[in-house]
């Protein structure tokens, strides 16, 4: 968590507060380079991390989406909450990703642990799928899509009540704070919960086909 902090709460902090001083309001020149700046070294250290893992596919499409949608605002927008705001809006889109997939045949945290587990080996993926069978399998990816959904969307409607209710300063140190919390939380929870769960599916597929090699 300190690293997100820092990287996301304390170094935009610094850097607004010291050029707030050069570029007073109604300049948006402190907030945009307070948000933008931390996000080079990241970006720059994107193509390294290139992976089939898709959490590192989704932070790194969710970083250059939300890069876009933040300059976007600047340009388009020239309102510091809307610029603010607009941090969020990968957050609030992953949001409703999660609950829009019970439209799917199956929701979105299947679709991930099958990529963890199975990759794209195709015969892994099929017995992957044949788990869904399983009535503790369907409550546990429906049980963490929701959570993630409602997680992600609470960060959104956190991010745009502090804006609206706090200056600038306070809402980059914040949020930080807060969103790092919620996001650490909620994978602590998913880590716990998991393993219980893990458990009975292993057992309840041993019962369906021995031949199964359900991994965790």
Known sequence: MFPSIVLGGAVPLAIYLVLRRWFPTPSL?????????????ALVNLPRRRSADPFTTMSGTMML?????????????????LILISRSAPTLAMGLACLASFLLPKTLSFY???????????????????LWQLRDVRFVARLTTVVWGTALMAQFVIRVILVYSLP???????????????????????????TRAIRRIRWQASRLRPAWEVTG
């Open 29 to 41: 020149i402190p907030l945009s380079l307070a948000l933008l700046a931390p996000m080079l070294p």
């Open 65 to 81: 989406v939300g890069l876009a949608i933040t300059v976007g605002t600047i340009v388009v927008s020239g309102s510091q909450q």
């Open 168 to 194: 600038v300063a306070q809402v980059i140190a914040l949020s930080s704070i807060l969103f790092t919390g919620i996001s650490m939380g909620t994978m602590l929870w998913t880590v716990l919960y998991g």
């Open 112 to 130: 991930f642990a099958r990529q963890i587990t199975a990759g794209t080996e195709r015969s892994k993926t099929e017995t992957f799928n044949d």
